[in-house]
């Protein structure tokens, strides 16, 4: 080719970065035949540069721990910042646009919380910032957002994003375990971190629901905007509920515009999803985004959701992007925010409920509970009654049409101060027909 | 905004054409703020410009029978070409190229056959020559594979890209029906047409799997380069074969790469898929593309493979990427050959048989039909005996491991020669496992 080497910074090597230095080693000639230049690696940041690594066949100089060195050098036109968290990565990601640099980034805790800020500096320094790998891993979702359908109305998207959550629920749902045994069983496994908090607490669902908003509706969604429910409290009796409806339990990120067109929501929570829905069958660390748009109709894209390789894959495919646009000109799509749509809160989302109810079996209850939905505008689709095995008492199970959640919550308010009810066994938001 | 328009012809107002000419106007605020500046259109050519369209919100003046004079006006920067079919099309999108138009085509007819000559003349003329469209309607995927996939290497793509032989093969494997059947339920609902013969003989999905395969691999291949099978050979006996095996049927577009790397295969056929196999539930009309890659691991891109909307969602998306382009400098990716790869011919690619035979039930059959199998190098995976109702005859049901197709075919030959043989009653290829 004779042309001379784009230069790459990579600042962290971890289960990620490990796999990017390796690709830009092992498939060097394909990644320059496709740039139409050659992509060599300036400097990688890591904390310990002495640690050795003997899987990793890139020169141990390049190594370094002074990373806000490394962005500023002359010689870097690339920087891939897999690092996570905000800081310092906030900083080495703007000092690197700040110096001519166009960024890749696999971090979507830092797109969710100040996304605004980086787009500016992107499009100040006229540079790229591509994030692919920042969601759903693997999976190209950003770009068909961003590009395959710019020309198209998003209406709802529903996302499994979050792979150690999908994998603890499809086993509470294969084996009847409850949330605790799930979650061991995911630890030993490696599906799960020491500290699972980010994942079962729905965070890291929570930054990617904001992000996935933020493209779907042209509009700017914080991780603050969006409504976060955990997986943690979900019991083996919901599960076991959910399958008697012929539904399975998943944690969705939701983002969607409301019918008028003039807002929009951003939740993530559990739900139940009939298992005809295409989301249903993704199982265990997989991840899938379903979108629907006005044109397009129903869109479904699957893969893995995380992983050094997948993600990595990610962060390639972005970084050939970006490589390309230095060579030939030209950058890719920028922030759009320009819709500027109202995020409304969780209340005014228009959602349906699951409930389960543990009632004294006498004449008349019914007719109360079915009282406090009617107080509350909100029409029942459904209702299961069955005696419990331990006497007088009778399992209700009622799914509601679609309200608002505030007036889902006050109804289930409300059944919990009356005498008949024993106790409210379980409320789950039914999403997905 | 304040920016002068970017003019759009449109080349073709059928039912995709409609609907890119309705969203043009109906959105045309959202494309603009996308864009960066409006788009307008220009002229829209078609046979008989007068005739009436009380459906499309757009100045009759538009309409013109001299699609020639349209694409070559100074005033067009971009032209849409929805008509299909190799002439007047290729000339009609050279002449739009020569005269600096950028193109957005949904043309799969003729992508797949001249594709390196459009390609050129994109290249020579510094223009875009975009074609989501092309392949599976709605569904981003060429995109993904051309620019996501950039860092990884794939290496395989299943895809199920014709909705129509989708749709027959449904309710063959939902009602028992035979081809025929399904074939005219299909038209009287129109997912076929009236001459089906492009869809049910693989004709449109090989178009497809070629353009697919080169995306993949970086090499030319041409619907020439192909191996076609339609379906109208596949029976109810297949697909209750196939169900009692826990697989289904499915035409399918197959492009892979070989073991050792050095060569592509790219072929359309029918073949058994297990259930357990993401795309064994994609029903009726829709469309959905597997891709294996190395990092990635296992994607799958689903959505609706035509119709109007869905097909115009694809072509604005092309539409927006391109023209932001004229706004802000750069082009897209053009033709990616550089691999250049041996096409290889059917014979040498590696596939798995399902053979039912109707035998003689003696002893020493079984024998002398694994005596073929040896004699030609294939080795058995499963065989399943069961007398037939009708007195001396058992249906003997073969599964391979995986052989050369060549190898496979001499096999069935073989097989077909033996005395205890009264005849071969199904062959099909197993795939997905």
Redesign the interface.
Known sequence: MGEPALRVALLGCGVVGT?VAR?LTT?AD??A??VGRPLELAGIAVRRPGRPRPDLPVDPALFTDDATGLVEREDVDLVVEVIGGIEPARSLVLAAMAGGASVVSANKALLAEDGATLFAAAEKHGVDLYY?AAVAG???IL??MR???????VRRVLGIVNGTTNYVLTKMDETGAGFGEALEEAQALGYAEADPTADVEGFDAAAKAAILAGLAF?TRVTAMDVHREGITEVSAADVASARAMGSVVKLLAICELSEDGQSVGARVHPAMIPRSH?LA?VRDAFNAVFVD????????????GA?G??T??????????VA??RV????G?GE?S??DLLVRPMGETVTRYHVSLDVADRAGVLAAVAQVFAEHGVSIDTVRQRPLGDGDDAELVVVTHRATDAALQATVEGLRGLDAVQGVTSVMRVEGE
Chains 1, 2 share one sequence.
Do not use: K, N, T
């Open positions: 796999e690709l498939q394909d990644l035949a496709r692919e693997a999976i190209p770009r068909p590009e395959s359908l710019a020309g198209d109305r042209h295409p069958s748009a006005e044109a397009a109709g129903e869109l479904m894209f699957y893969g893995r992983g390789a997948p990595a894959s990610a962060v390639l495919g972005d970084l050939v992007a390309r646009h030939g000109g030209g950058r799509p759009s320009y819709a």
